[in-house]
């Protein structure tokens, strides 16, 4: 396929009849290559080519949609797609790519896509590109999409998406140190969820989980724009610290830029994330979800725990280069794994402690 870029793009989404979960349409005069970005076990996939001639609509996922959000790319010959930052891998050919990070060490191109909010309870979707032309006869939204409520004020330019260097960067508005101790950390985007009674939205870094609290200082419309990150996003955080708990930092956000690549053994996180079932027990299931690592047997989720790459760990040989160590959140004891195989499809790990081998494959 040529590598092509399209001029720019809009959407507009409607209810629709269509047994299809997520239908794009090419209301344009040229023919459009479309690839999506998506969660596919728990792992954010990129994948492409469906080519859409002119006037016409393609079926692209058939299953009920499981997200709020998927990410999209258009391709049209001699045009510009700018995208908004969210960054997935791509390929001339069809492809099919799990993770986001070093797309290039692993022979793709680092492509920026757009997003498709989907609402907070669709399970089908459509999405319509629009040609340049069309864009100030059409509404971007269409009269059947939710709409935001009239007491709901529209979102200041102090927490609209910035660029950063071809990065999605977010600014809350108040001064970095005015409200405690300034901290910059690259961080892991865990997402936004309900945590001990109280929303909030996490990271990871250095197998410690950080937090920013709806109600907090951190202005919730700033929030609500960090939702619609995937998770394992590597982000550069910026703000200061609230309080030092236990198990968790809170923070005030200043500011968040997307950084790809930035996070210390990137690829190796990408690689694990999601589901993965042992080899020995087909019970017993782990599941990678950012910087959380939870393990189940027949069906029923037993541990939690934090879990990072580092370069060594307390018992590790000498020859080690790489370790996995996993922490208990409530009393921060920790356990250390050896990578010693890691595939798309399997994972083997050393215990140094006890010698044996721990086999995973994909479910």
Not at 325 to 337: A, D, F, G, S, W
């Amino acid at each position: 396929m040529l590598r092509v870029t399209l001029i720019s793009a809009s959407l507009t989404c409607l209810a629709t009849p269509a047994l299809a979960s997520l239908e794009i349409c090419n209301s344009t005069d040229t023919e459009q290559s479309v690839a999506i970005g998506h969660m596919v076990d728990g792992i954010w996939t990129s994948e492409g080519w469906w080519n859409i001639a002119a006037n016409e609509c393609a079926v692209i996922l058939t299953e009920p949609l499981q997200n709020r959000y998927y990410y999209y790319r258009a391709e049209i010959p001699d045009g510009v797609f700018e995208g908004e930052g969210y960054n997935f891998c791509i390929t001339d050919d069809v492809f099919t790519v799990p993770g986001q990070d070093d797309c290039e060490a692993r022979g793709y191109e680092t492509a920026a896509f757009s997003v498709i909010d989907t609402g907070e309870s669709a399970t089908e979707f459509r999405l319509t590109l629009v040609a340049p032309e069309d864009l100030a006869d059409q509404p971007q939204v269409s009269e059947q999409s939710p709409q935001p409520a009239p007491s709901e004020a529209p979102l200041t330019d102090a927490v609209a998406p910035r660029a950063d260097g071809g990065n999605p960067r977010w600014q809350s508005g108040f001064v970095l140190g005015s409200l405690g101790e300034p901290v910059t950390q690259v961080a892991l985007f865990q997402g936004c969820q309900h945590q001990f009674g109280e929303s909030v939205c996490a990271f990871f870094a250095d197998g410690v989980k950080w937090v920013a609290a709806y109600g907090g200082p951190t202005p919730s419309a700033f929030l609500d724009q960090l939702n619609g990150l995937p998770q394992a996003t590597t982000v550069e955080l910026e703000g200061d610290i609230l309080t030092y708990g236990d198990i968790t930092i809170e923070v005030a956000l200043s500011a968040v830029t997307v950084r790809p690549g930035a996070l210390p053994y990137g690829r190796e996180v990408a690689l694990v994330q999601g589901a993965w079932i042992s080899e020995d027990d087909p019970l017993y299931e782990i599941e990678f979800a950012g910087g959380e690592l939870y393990e189940s047997y027949d069906g029923t989720r037993t541990d939690l725990f934090y879990w990072r790459f580092d370069e060594t760990c307390d018992g590790a040989p000498a020859t080690a280069d790489l370790a996995l160590i996993k922490t208990v959140p409530e009393t921060r004891e920790t356990e250390c794994l050896l990578p010693d195989r890691m595939s798309l499809d399997r994972l083997e790990f050393v215990n140094p402690g006890r010698g044996n081998i721990l086999s995973f494959r994909r479910p």
